[in-house]
């Protein structure tokens, strides 16, 4: 493998090119766009790509992009960046909002491709670069790989910006090991009655409270970590003396490895059946938003960590990022287990936190996060075939 200061020249564009790099994340930010509806942002990404000589592939029933530099070989490295933003409250009013960072990551994403390609150099594995729609719906990464994005790939890279109780600002992880989460979107049917005869009906609300219940009788093996709860529940009539017929319920479900996120969904449906069988109730359900945990790939986690040491020093670097929250990212590695993918972790003073509406972070960290992704994939693309 060559030695990173072989691969050098585009990861000092880039720190030349910062007031670019800034200018792009402003651009992208104020376009922000929620799921599926990533037009604008496409069209800015797409235009920039292509006037650098870049060929990309658009869709025709989304807005996602793949970008490709061809190198000596069919075989692919693959860098994502999710697009789209929240539809959040933000001062008063309910918006799209980059609080997740997604502008930050495309920003990354889009100018190591455009450094790469300015610089010359051809990679002895191709390079493509996955602009992905629709992640805080947990559906763009599935729909990319419909679409191809892992045709020939052997290494896939990933970046999320990080809050600073995680990763500190100026270090990085080379893996991020997020949670498994879903949300279940259930309907309790009961039988309406008099309530001066509940005897005669079936109470829709007794038997989610029933269901409340059995659910905080969930526990999960010592060596394993989740929790499930009931976060939302609508029922009731316009009358007070009638027993509800109907409630509307959402569980939370998270757990930290995939193999636990099983265990609760079985642990669920007997919690559910029980209450069918003691109340006489019908309950419909089904999991939606649903994202798997990190798999650890160790050959993805060490060339990441070779790249953050290349650009902040081994003493910038993290071991491991541990983070209770879920990325559609890992759906590419759950699908595809043959591919060496990681996700890095970007300490950048991000505060107060993800998905609050008045997320910040120092910019500063687009140019060291644009090198280190810069400096993994040509790694990556010089690495002997396992």
Do not use: W
């Given at each position: 493998m060559k030695e990173v200061r072989e691969l050098l020249n585009p990861i000092h564009y880039?720190?030349?090119?910062?007031?670019?790099?800034?200018?792009?994340?402003?651009n992208l930010h104020e376009l922000a766009e929620p799921s599926w509806q990533e037009k604008q942002t496409s069209a800015y990404i797409r235009k920039r790509l292509t006037d650098a000589g870049i060929s990309v592939r658009t869709f025709d029933q989304h807005y996602g992009l793949i970008a490709e530099i061809p190198g000596e070989?069919?075989?692919?490295?693959?860098?994502?960046?999710?697009?789209?933003?929240?539809?959040?409250?933000?001062?008063?009013?309910?918006?799209?909002?980059?609080?997740?960072?997604?502008?930050?990551?495309?920003?990354?994403?889009?100018?190591?491709?455009?450094?790469i390609a300015l610089s010359g150099i051809i990679p002895k594995r191709t390079l493509r670069f996955i602009f992905q729609p629709a992640e805080e719906k947990g559906q763009g990464a599935l729909q990319m790989m419909k679409d191809g994005a892992l045709r020939n790939v052997q290494y896939l890279f990933g970046l999320h910006v990080r809050p600073s109780f995680e990763v500190p600002i100026g270090k990085?992880?080379?893996?991020?090991?997020?949670?498994?989460?879903?949300?279940?979107?259930?309907?309790?049917?009961?039988?309406?009655?008099?309530?001066?005869?509940?005897?005669?009906?079936?109470?829709?609300?007794?038997?989610?409270?029933?269901?409340v219940y059995k659910l905080k009788q969930i526990k999960l093996?010592?060596?394993?970590?989740?929790?499930?709860?009931?976060?939302?529940?609508?029922?009731?009539?316009?009358?007070?003396?009638?027993?509800?017929?109907?409630?509307?319920?959402?569980?939370?479900?998270?757990?930290?490895?995939?193999?636990?996120?099983?265990?609760?969904?079985?642990?669920?449906?007997?919690?559910i059946d029980e209450v069918v069988l003691e109340t006489g109730a019908t309950i419909s359900w089904s999991m939606d938003e649903y994202v798997p945990a990190a798999i650890e790939n160790?050959?993805?986690k060490n060339l990441a960590a070779s790249a953050i040491t290349s650009i902040l020093g081994s003493a910038n670097l993290i071991p491991s990022c541990i983070?209770?929250?879920?990325?559609?990212?890992?759906?590419?590695?759950?699908?595809?287990?043959?591919?060496?993918?990681?996700?890095?972790?970007?300490?950048?003073?991000?505060?107060?936190?993800?998905?609050?509406?008045?997320?910040?972070?120092?910019?500063?960290?687009?140019?060291?996060?644009?090198?280190?992704?810069?400096?993994?994939?040509?790694l990556a693309s010089e690495q002997e075939r396992m």
């Open positions: 880039l720190e030349q090119k910062q007031g670019e790099l800034f200018k792009t994340y402003h070989t069919e075989e692919v490295v693959a860098l994502r960046a999710d697009m789209d933003a929240l539809l959040q409250e933000v001062d008063g009013v309910v918006r799209p909002n980059h609080s997740c960072g997604h502008d930050a990551h495309s920003t990354m994403v889009m100018h190591t491709a455009l450094a990085a992880s080379p893996i991020i090991i997020h949670s498994s989460a879903g949300t279940v979107k259930g309907t309790i049917k009961g039988v309406q009655a008099h309530a001066a005869r509940p005897e005669d009906g079936i109470n829709a609300i007794e038997a989610a409270a029933l269901l093996p010592k060596e394993e970590t989740g929790s499930i709860k009931m976060t939302q529940l609508q029922s009731g009539n316009n009358a007070t003396n009638i027993i509800p017929e109907t409630a509307v319920f959402s569980l939370d479900v998270r757990a930290q490895t995939n193999n636990a996120m099983d265990k609760l969904k079985q642990l669920a449906t007997t919690a160790k050959a993805a983070s209770p929250g879920g990325e559609d990212f890992h759906f590419y590695t759950l699908e595809n287990p043959g591919i060496k993918a990681t996700m890095i972790g970007l300490g950048c003073g991000l505060s107060p936190g993800l998905h609050h509406p008045q997320m910040t972070f120092n910019q500063d960290a687009l140019i060291y996060g644009a090198q280190i992704l810069t400096a993994a994939v040509l």
